[in-house]
């Protein structure tokens, strides 16, 4: 019998958060600032969506056999996470004021601080990447240089140059496609692939269909993130809402109507669920997942 959606997201959440613990830094010392506000950033009641996929995909692998190695995957998709966020708050960037709920990095500890936060994240998540064990050194180098690819050029980073190029542009719905296929799908992959690659015991069909179910999923995270924009309170999502709007970006909903939008990410939902045929009930986690992020309501 599958476990139930929170249970799988408390016990993933515990796992990464544990890792995370041991690879931030404690807030005292001279950098006193820059460790509180990565430890902000990180600590600050987040999903672990990211990290929830590693877990999910490793266990479409082996069975459940997850690994310490799982979590240090997890811990390095989430630090890239973290540090996107601080940087895409900034003033130069989205422009922001308000974070799950609480203040941005940069309103909290400063606009100088929180650049340094970013990037302070950024390299923990390839030292911790160089910390993994009892696999081959092929199979590490794959995964630092997966993370490399999807966080910066062939992905997140260039999705958000493309986000800030388009500011004001009424985008065709392709381009938006593109855009968040970078922006938000890639790292969405890149947690999918990893923690299955982290296994050691993944074969190419079965990173194939995950690489399918990620692309998937990814882009349906990104049109129900649209959805919510457009119909929950600042309260509920935690961040404000209508910023898109109002920073004139184009979204799904403003190119398809909010019910096209639902029939895509319907439609997304059901290639993903198609794609992890061959793992089972192995992958059980994974499509209570893909379901979680169809259907959220935050």
Do not use: W
């Amino acid at each position: 019998m599958a476990r139930p959606l929170k249970d799988l997201l408390v016990d993933y959440s515990n796992q990464v958060d544990a890792q995370l613990e041991q690879l931030l830094p404690q807030a005292i010392g001279p950098a006193e600032a820059l460790f509180a506000a990565m430890r902000y950033s990180v600590f600050n009641g987040g999903k672990r969506l990211r990290p929830a996929l590693c877990f999910a995909a490793a266990n479409a692998i082996g069975g459940g056999n997850t690994t310490e190695n799982t979590a240090k995957v997890a811990a390095a998709v989430e630090a890239i996470h973290a540090y996107s966020l601080i940087h895409d708050d900034l003033p130069a960037m989205d422009d922001d004021d308000l974070r799950r709920g609480k203040p941005t990095c940069h309103i909290q500890f400063g606009e100088a601080t929180a650049i340094l936060a970013g990037d302070a994240l950024q390299s923990l998540a390839f030292q911790q990447l160089t910390e993994l064990s009892d696999l081959p050194a092929e199979t590490r180098l794959e995964l630092v240089s997966m993370l490399s690819r999807y966080a910066g050029c062939a992905g997140m980073v260039t999705g958000q140059a493309i986000d800030l190029a388009a500011t004001g542009q009424a985008l065709q719905l392709e381009q938006l496609k593109t855009m968040h296929g970078y922006k938000t799908g890639a790292l969405i992959e890149a947690s999918v692939l990893m923690g299955a690659i982290a296994t050691g015991a993944a074969n190419q069909q079965q990173l194939d269909a995950l690489k399918q179910f990620a692309s998937a999923i990814g882009l349906a995270f990104q049109i129900q993130d649209d959805i919510l924009d457009e119909e929950s309170s600042t309260e509920h999502l935690g961040k404000q809402q209508g910023s898109d709007a109002a920073n004139n970006k184009s979204t799904y909903t403003s190119v398809l109507g909010l019910e096209q939008a639902r029939e895509q990410a319907a439609e997304l939902y059901q290639q993903s669920m198609s794609s992890l045929e061959l793992f089972a009930e192995r992958a059980e986690p994974l499509r209570q997942l893909a379901s979680f992020i169809v259907n959220r309501a935050y």
